[in-house]
């Protein structure tokens, strides 16, 4: 009984460590995009993503239930706004979390 | 209970009528929203329609964003509006002022911008790279108010980063989400249409580039700040860079020499729109003429803009020497022609004289003089005349059943007292099977045969030997049986390839112990304009050297060919093979 205890508690503890990570990936990412596009448009795009909640300085509060989705929904957020070429400047952030489930499409 | 259904129905019909309104409000909303949408995106079409009519088929990056930026004040407001192109030597900032702004205001969105490009491909920029165009209103020092609200929107074409553009005022929060996305999505649309039509040119770029690469002359393209766009693999043989990439200017100007001022007349071509074209000048043993012309666009909105310049070095090594040629033609046949003359009109002179008492013998030694000077004058005009209808293809031969042998005893006695003077051994081998009436043009084969023995006992130091030999060369043989058969003795063995595989041959070879020739010279031997140029090496009697042009005129029209093969300090064996009707052939017992 201890033991199925014990597991629960690793895999709440990674699950929410992931959260943790997903919500510094996300925040370095609205970071870069403030810097290539502008704040303004950075933020406002970021908080059209479903779950995710920014403060005014583009930090993350919030990555929702499906932290792996709302990256994958920011991302496509940027891209649709300013083509690929926003997300292949993602890259260097994305080598930085390689733990991370990332979604296929931005490995 | 009739109060409770009355209250009831009236709490119903307030709520249907409450349910009915918010029905309506929504509809309502939903159709307010809808035209909204159409209204934006009726208006978004009508702006990219009229950015897409200015930028026409451009592909001019600066040019489509100039067109861009100066539209945008149509629907969003800004106090600049400003781009940077990455160029290869800078980063070109261009800001216009919708209104005026203090400095500050300036460089802070350029170093924003220089980080949002810098962000994008991973690298730095210095600001000492960046040149700076400002237009529009000036710049007030009073006016001290920050960047406040700004937005970069990234210039893409095909895959490649090539700016950005930044939309930016004083005032904070001035910027919707609406407004920015529309102008993020003006710019993929012409991205796109830039990179569509990119590909549409890269793909025609690709037959030019095909073609300039395959051509002999040197095709050098540059800008307007003459740096080379195109250059073709013939123009980097010129200046001896085969292989290298990167082709500079300087490339040229260091080998050029100063023989021809490539960057001074590319100049001169691009500033005052013309055309220019060099004198001769050689390089590395070759001579060349530049062409040197300005590229000019032709869109309707930059009509008759330099882009650059493009110069062409087209070989003319083969001209010069034909001019060389002609030159020394010319002033060998005046020579030729002089002396001879000279001779006549000094003998007629003396002719004229009052003739003295026995003066018989005299008179007929004069005689004689004209006679050899104009026999010698005729036979150079009728080598010109030969060579002059083998260049025009009309030389023809009269053909005859001849014995070869008659020709080649007659040929040795014509030339015995000369070979004799010299103390040269002058002898003929011919094989006993030789046909004696393989159809030859006599005259003409004693005419080669005059040349190749005149050289050979010309070239032949006294106390030599020159062999005049003819055999009947057997396509189921090898020549080298043949002559070894005939103990014919060479500086080097005949070539096997030169003669028919398929039909019995005539072989004439005239060998000699001379000097031999180097073998560089060899294959230019029988072209009259080579030879012209060796005249002091292989010049017939005459000295016209055209002799062994028409020899191989004349061996050709017999359908056979002419060949040498020697050894220097050994000697050479001028031969010629005519083939002939296997049933000239005498059958074997």
């Known amino acids: ?107 | 209970m009739l109060t409770f259904i009355l209250g009831f129905l009236a709490t119903c019909g307030i709520g249907l009528s409450a349910f009915l309104l918010l029905n309506e409000f929504k509809t309502k909303v939903a159709i307010e929203r809808r035209e909204r949408d159409s209204a934006r995106r009726i208006y978004e079409l009508a702006i990219l329609r009229e950015i897409g009519d200015r930028i026409g088929y451009s592909l001019d990056v600066t040019q489509i964003v100039d067109i861009i930026t100066s539209s945008l004040h149509q629907f969003i407001e800004y106090a600049a509006v400003s781009y940077m192109i990455i160029e290869p030597e800078k980063v070109m900032f261009k800001m216009h002022l919708e209104r005026s702004v203090h400095r500050r205001f300036v460089t802070d969105v350029r170093d924003r911008m220089l980080s949002s490009l810098g962000a994008l491909l991973d690298r730095e920029f210095k600001k000492d790279d960046v040149k700076e165009i400002l237009s529009g209103a000036i710049l007030l020092e009073e006016l001290d108010e920050p960047v406040s609200s700004f937005f970069n929107i990234p210039l893409v074409i095909g895959d490649k980063v090539v700016g950005v553009l930044t939309v930016s005022d004083t005032k904070s929060g001035l910027y919707k989400e609406e407004e920015m996305t529309i102008l993020y999505k003006l710019i993929q649309q012409a991205s796109k249409a830039v990179t569509s039509l990119q590909a549409v040119v890269k793909a025609e770029q690709e037959k030019v580039s095909a073609m300039v690469e395959s051509m002999e002359d040197g095709v050098v393209m540059t800008d307007a700040d003459y740096r080379i766009l195109v250059i073709n693999p013939a123009a980097k043989r010129i200046i001896g860079k085969e292989g290298q990439k990167d082709i500079t200017i300087f490339d040229f100007i260091d080998n050029l020499g100063g023989k021809m001022d490539m960057r001074g007349r590319l100049e001169e071509s691009v500033k005052l729109k013309k055309n220019y074209v060099s004198e001769r000048f050689d390089i590395n043993g070759k001579f060349y003429q530049a062409f040197v012309l300005p590229v000019k666009t032709e869109t309707k909105l930059n009509a008759d803009d330099v882009l650059g310049g493009v110069v062409i070095f087209h070989d003319v090594t083969r001209e010069v020497e034909l001019e060389r040629v002609r030159e020394d033609f010319t002033s060998m046949i005046v020579h030729e022609l002089r002396t001879p003359l000279s001779g006549i009109q000094k003998t007629s002179e003396l002719l004229k004289l009052p003739a003295k008492k026995g003066s018989g013998p005299q008179t007929k030694k004069f005689v004689d003089l004209i006679y050899q000077n104009s026999s010698g004058m005729l036979d150079l005009v009728n080598d010109i005349l030969d060579a002059a209808k083998l260049q025009a293809g009309k030389f023809e031969v009269q053909l005859g059943p001849t014995d070869i042998n008659d020709i080649l005893e007659n040929r040795k006695q014509f030339f015995e007292v000369s070979a004799g003077d010299r103390h040269i051994k002058l002898e003929t081998l011919v094989s006993k099977d030789l046909p004696k009436n393989i159809p030859l043009d006599q005259q003409r084969i004693k005419q080669v045969l005059n040349n190749l023995m005149s050289n050979a006992l010309k070239y032949t130091p006294d106390g030599g030997s020159v062999t005049v030999s003819a055999f009947v060369h057997d396509p189921a043989s090898s020549v080298a049986t043949e002559t070894a058969k005939l103990r014919l003795a060479l500086p080097s063995p005949l070539p096997e390839n030169a003669f028919p595989a398929n039909k019995h041959s005539l072989v004439v070879a005239v060998s000699d112990s001379g000097i031999g020739i180097a073998a560089d010279l060899m294959p230019r031997l029988f072209n009259k304009f080579q030879q012209l140029n060796n005249a002091a090496f292989v010049s017939n009697i005459k000295g016209t050297g055209l002799g062994l042009a028409i020899a191989k005129g004349i061996v050709e029209g017999h359908g056979g060919n002419i060949g040498v093969v020697s050894q220097i300090g050994s000697g050479s064996a001028f031969y010629f093979v005519i083939p002939f009707n296997d049933t000239l052939l005498t059958p074997k017992a």
Do not use: W
């Open chain 1, 1 to 107: 009984m201890s033991a199925i205890v014990q597991m629960l508690h690793l895999v709440i503890f990674n699950m929410s460590d992931d959260t943790g990570q997903y919500a510094a990936l996300i925040s370095e990412i609205i970071k870069k995009q403030s810097v290539i596009l502008g704040p303004e448009i950075a933020i406002v795009k970021a908080r059209s993503v479903p779950g995710l909640m920014v403060d005014n300085d583009g930090k993350v509060t919030g990555v929702g239930d499906n932290p792996k989705e709302t990256l994958q929904n920011l991302v496509d957020q940027y891209v649709e706004l300013s083509g690929q070429i926003v997300k292949n400047a993602l890259g260097s952030i994305f080598a930085k979390y390689p733990t991370l489930n990332l979604p296929t499409s931005n490995k």
